[in-house]
């Protein structure tokens, strides 16, 4: 099993990035946002913890990180998908519950 970012989850990561180097510095916002790509690649071992989120969307799950990053991802026959990276108290439900059960923008 592998582990699939998608786009808007990356965008997500490289905002959380440049928003922690704002405030941090620069090698703080790398190490934080490694440890998020890291901490997601490890799903391959145990794709199926987190809280399944069928309300939002048929499949998703999500978990929380460092008690301020929600993780997003669907688990698939052959990947684990994270479809969003959510940070500071960001309302994800809204953004990935579409009217038809889709990811929202």
Do not use: H
């Amino acid at each position: 099993m592998r582990v699939v970012f998608t786009p808007e989850a990356d965008a997500q990561l490289l905002s959380i990035f440049a928003y922690i180097a704002g405030q941090a510095g620069p090698d703080l916002a790398l190490r934080f946002t490694d440890e998020i790509v890291s901490y997601c690649e490890g799903f391959t071992t145990f794709p199926s913890r987190g809280t399944l989120r069928d309300d939002l969307r048929p499949g998703l799950r999500t978990i929380g990180y460092k008690r301020r990053v929600t993780i997003a991802f669907a688990v698939l026959a052959d990947a684990v998908t994270i479809i969003g990276v959510f940070y500071g108290g960001q309302d994800f439900e809204s953004a990935l519950a579409g009217e038809d059960g889709t990811v929202g923008s």
